[in-house]
């Protein structure tokens, strides 16, 4: 049976602002003398903010309480909206409007499933609120990927069931969590490297609604 649903994770499969996250980080690790390069920053991808500044404080010589980690995290975010106000709908990621046209038309239901706390935002400076039936964001869950709660409180949002739904990811993480949410998982971008999604390609331009849906 095809499925009913379709749950896109935000940055890398609908726009890309690793560059902001990135230079963030960058900018608060130098402000406190720790090493962070890219090599790093690849472990980051998909993992929530307080789960990224613990694997970036594995190269500090300095231990940090809760509360300076709590400041740090709140500094690095600060850093990547005023990093934010660059973002503009020709960040949207080639194939996405036309993949979200074609599921609008076909009545799919279509929600985001993203860890950032931003996901508002950054919704909001491309212009693609309208098209999505639910949004499930850092804002509303506990536990970030490979969790699969952001994913699961997307379906419901929805009125879809699990089984019903399909997760595109460019993460790894995500790959994990849309399955341990019992959903399928389209890889895209990095997560073509990941040998459990069902199904892979480079970009969504190179994603077809047909195969989406099956």
Same mark, same amino acid.
């Given at each position: 049976?095809?499925?009913?649903? @379709? @749950?896109?994770? +935000?940055?890398?499969?609908?726009?890309?602002?690793?560059? !902001?996250? !990135?230079? $963030?980080?960058?900018?608060?690790?130098?402000?406190?003398?720790?090493?962070?390069?890219?090599?790093?920053?690849?472990?980051?991808?998909?993992?929530?903010?307080m789960e990224s500044l613990e694997i970036i404080l594995e190269?500090?010589?300095?231990?940090?309480?809760?509360?300076?980690?709590?400041? +740090?995290?709140?500094?690095?975010?600060?850093? !990547?909206? *005023?990093?934010?106000?660059?973002?503009?709908?020709?960040? @949207?990621?080639?194939?996405?409007?036309?993949?979200?046209?074609?599921?609008?038309?076909?009545?799919?239901? @279509?929600?985001?499933?993203?860890? =950032?706390?931003?996901?508002?935002?950054?919704?909001?400076?491309?212009?693609?609120?309208?098209?999505?039936?639910?949004? $499930?964001?850092?804002?509303?869950?506990?536990?970030?990927?490979?969790?699969?709660?952001?994913?699961?409180?997307?379906?419901?949002?929805? &009125?879809?069931?699990?089984?019903?739904?399909?997760?595109? *990811?460019?993460?790894? $993480?995500?790959?994990?969590?849309?399955? =341990?949410?019992?959903?399928?998982?389209?890889?895209? &971008?990095?997560?073509?490297?990941? =040998?459990?999604?069902?199904?892979?390609?480079?970009?969504?331009?190179?994603?077809?609604?047909?195969?989406?849906?099956?």
């Amino acid at each position: 049976m095809s499925k009913k649903a @379709i @749950i896109f994770d +935000l940055d890398g499969v609908i726009v890309t602002t690793d560059q !902001y996250h !990135y230079k $963030a980080w960058k900018k608060m690790a130098d402000e406190k003398k720790i090493n962070f390069d890219k090599t790093i920053n690849e472990r980051l991808r998909g993992v929530s903010r307080m789960e990224s500044l613990e694997i970036i404080l594995e190269k500090s010589e300095k231990k940090y309480s809760n509360l300076e980690k709590v400041e +740090l995290a709140e500094r690095k975010n600060n850093y !990547y909206k *005023e990093f934010l106000q660059c973002v503009t709908p020709k960040d @949207i990621l080639p194939g996405v409007l036309k993949i979200l046209h074609g599921l609008k038309e076909k009545g799919i239901k @279509i929600a985001v499933g993203s860890s =950032s706390k931003n996901t508002p935002i950054i919704l909001e400076r491309i212009g693609l609120e309208r098209f999505f039936d639910a949004v $499930a964001d850092g804002n509303s869950i506990k536990n970030s990927k490979p969790d699969p709660e952001v994913f699961l409180l997307a379906a419901k949002m929805l &009125g879809t069931k699990p089984e019903d739904c399909v997760v595109v *990811e460019d993460a790894e $993480a995500g790959v994990e969590a849309a399955l =341990s949410g019992g959903m399928k998982a389209v890889g895209v &971008g990095s997560a073509t490297n990941c =040998s459990k999604a069902d199904y892979k390609a480079s970009s969504m331009e190179f994603i077809s609604i047909d195969e989406l849906l099956m």
